[in-house]
Structures are given as structure tokens and as C-alpha cells.
T-cell receptor, first 111, second 116 residues
Framework: ELKVEQNPLFLSMQEGKNYTIYCNYS?????LYWYRQDPGKSLESLFV?????AVKQEGRLMASLDTKARLSTLHITAAVHDLSATYFC???????????FGKGTKLSVKP | DVKVTQSSRYLVKRTGEKVFLECVQD?????MFWYRQDPGLGLRLIYF???????EKGDIPEGYSVSREKKERFSLILESASTNQTSMYLC???????????????FGSGTRLTVV
């Protein structure tokens, strides 16, 4: 059974600092996704990572995938308040190739 | 733009009522999903459907049923609402068998249901 673990679950950062969110998964998969959720809103797709060594960047966020370690990271560079949200990783591998979600990392960026 | 529409943003229902949550997608996607989201528990899959009239139980189907009579519409039914079903409900869809850069889910805006 595929399991997806994120850490940390809560992250309080100061503006301008860097930090990394980790996503570990338990069995082989060919696709990993990152989503963002703002308070009271739905999930918005950020990145899809398809192969070992894949790296995607959008603004201050950079996601990478190491399929051998079964690990993806979401790196935040020089955080700003607008990045405050909950970030989910999800791995394809359930029944019918469904996505299995981590529990999410709630990021709070403070001035 | 790809769209998944949930009919209500907020709902308040009484214990014991039969509740219908509607989800419509305009992308001709085969697969549709219902999740509930609760603080500290993440997203939990209730039911999914990979084709019209087909349905599969997810991780927490108890107390729920679903209906998929048309490809674009997937309904979640609470047969007799209870207070422990107070939650945020999220609908999602995706194209079946999508590989490559696809395969991700498109989510609706969510329905926050309160059962009193």
C-alpha cells in the first residue's frame, strides 16, 4: 500500500528565509504532484514531476524528485507572506493510478 | 479553462437529513473523485468513479453513497446526515490513463458542510 508522508506538518518562517518541505513515499511511482491550498479555498496544481532528477521552478518555489530515494522536496527561497498556504504532495499509485496525498504542510510566513 | 464546479460553497443541514452534493466538470474527464478534508487528517477519499455508472469505494465510504448517471456529473449523497460529517468536501476529476504531464487532478472550489 502506497503511503505518502510530508514533513514538517507545520512551518513558521520569517520573510526572506529559505526552507524545504519533504515528501517521502513508500513504493515506486512515476508521477509526483505538488498542490497549494489557500485558507478556505480548494487545491491548485503547482508542479508535476515525472522522472528521476526532475526539477521544476516557479518564482520562489522549486520542486525536485529523487525516485531512487522516493523523495521529493519543495524548496522555498526568500519567503514572502504571499506564500503562506498549505502545500500538499501527491503520488500516483493508488487503485486505477489514483493519487495518494500527504497530510499537507501548513506554511506561515511572518514579517 | 478546465473547470470543476461544485454547486454549493456552504451548506447547513440538520441531523438525519438526506444531503446531495453536486459536482460537474466540463473537461470530458472519465475519472471523478469525492474527498473530505478535516484539520490534521488531510484529504481522505470517500468514493471515486472511473466511468458512467461505475463507482468504487475509497478509504471512508461509510455513511455516503454516490451517483454517476452522466459523465460530467458526480453526486455525493449523505443518506442521513450526522454531525461527524461536518467537513469540507472536495470534488476532483482527471482524464483516465493520462500519462506524462497529465494525470493530475483538477479540484472544485469545495463545499463546506455543517450538520447541526
Amino acid at each position: 500500500e502506497l503511503k505518502v508522508e510530508q514533513n514538517p506538518l507545520f512551518l513558521s518562517m520569517q520573510e526572506g528565509k529559505n526552507y524545504t518541505i519533504y515528501c517521502n513515499y513508500s513504493t515506486t511511482s512515476d508521477r509526483l504532484y505538488w498542490y497549494r491550498q489557500d485558507p478556505g479555498k480548494s487545491l491548485e496544481s503547482l508542479f508535476v514531476l515525472l522522472s528521476n532528477g526532475a526539477v521544476k521552478q516557479e518564482g520562489r518555489l522549486m520542486a525536485s524528485l529523487d525516485t531512487k530515494a522516493r523523495l521529493s522536496t519543495l524548496h522555498i527561497t526568500a519567503a514572502v507572506h504571499d506564500l503562506s498556504a498549505t502545500y500538499f504532495c501527491a503520488v500516483a499509485g493508488g487503485s486505477q493510478g489514483n493519487l495518494i496525498f500527504g497530510k499537507g504542510t501548513k506554511l506561515s510566513v511572518k514579517p | 479553462d478546465v473547470k470543476v464546479t461544485q454547486s454549493s460553497r456552504y451548506l447547513v443541514k440538520r441531523t438525519g437529513e438526506k444531503v446531495f452534493l453536486e459536482c460537474v466538470q466540463d473537461m470530458d474527464h472519465e475519472n471523478m473523485f469525492w474527498y473530505r478534508q478535516d484539520p490534521g487528517l488531510g484529504l481522505r477519499l470517500i468514493y471515486f468513479s472511473y466511468d458512467v455508472k461505475m463507482k468504487e469505494k475509497g478509504d471512508i465510504p461509510e455513511g455516503y453513497s454516490v451517483s454517476r448517471e452522466k459523465k460530467e456529473r458526480f453526486s455525493l449523497i449523505l443518506e442521513s446526515a450526522s454531525t461527524n460529517q461536518t467537513s469540507m468536501y472536495l470534488c476532483a476529476s482527471r482524464r483516465h490513463g493520462t500519462g506524462g504531464a497529465g494525470g493530475g487532478y483538477t479540484f472544485g472550489s469545495g463545499t463546506r458542510l455543517t450538520v447541526v
